[in-house]
Every structure is written in C-alpha cells, then in structure tokens.
C-alpha cells in the first residue's frame, strides 16, 4: 500500500462542498420564493419562530461566517436584519450572502480546513466542522419551513432537486 507522507486523504474536494452548499442555498432560497408573503412573517407551529426568523438566522451565519474563515476577523452575530416584513428584502440579502460566501470560500486554503476555529467567537471546532454546521443549520430549517408549506397547502420544492 502506497501513502504519500503529509497528505491528508480527500473524500470531496473544495470546489465539490461549495457547490454541496450551494444548491442548497438554491433550494432553500426556492422555498422562500413559494412561501405566501404575510405566512413567512408570521405562520409558526408548536412555538417554532416563522420562517423569515429562520432565514435571517441562515444570513447571519453563511456570509458572515464564511468571511470570519477567510479573514480571521471575528464580528458580532446578528440576527436581526432590517426588512420591512418584504420577502424581496431577504432574498436580496440571501443573493448577496450568496455572491459573498463565493468570494471569500475562493479566499481559503485547503490547509485551513482541518484549523481549530471559534466561530463568531463562541462555537469551538474546525473549519471544516463549522462549515458543515452552517449546511446541516440550513438543511434543517428548511425542513421546518417544508412542515410550514404543507400545513398551508402548499407543496414545497422537490428536497432532491439542488
């Protein structure tokens, strides 16, 4: 058996997670579109904050977090963005977190993956383990938003199509 020395073996590249990551965005940002105006403001279920409180936490993390990986600069986490209860509002800010997670993921080197971080100076683990947590974060908010459309009649985007 033939190992190189120093190499970490490599399931996925770089490239292959942000597009992982990206057509998730894609459906999640599908799911946002189908959702009625006045229901992503203010439909919940079981005490769980609406939609757009789940979208705005989703913009809170991606951009800014991908930016603290690539910059090393650490800033507050907010949540709470300026929208005047419009759905285009957060999908213009969903566009542009999507346009900047693009910049700065093109700002990261392999190496920085397997790096300890603590992510918006809280959250202790990897690059790699932060990363996975904004997807998997995201992942299950739309599953949230998903049961949220069913109970409003409405069929949410195939969860297959990214």
Known sequence: MHTTLNKTPQVISSQELLDHWQGHRALTRRTIEVFPEEAFFSHTIGGMRTFA???????????????????GKSAPFNEHLEHGNKKDRL???????TAEINTYWA????EQFQQNIKIFGQYDGTVRSSIFYFIDNEIHHRGQAYVYLRTLGIEPPAFYER
């Open 107 to 110: 700002q990261i080197k392999e």
């Open 91 to 97: 999908l213009e800010l969903w566009d542009k977190a």
């Open 53 to 71: 409180e789940m979208v705005m936490e989703l913009l809170a993390i991606a951009g800014p977090g991908l930016k603290e990986i690539a910059t």
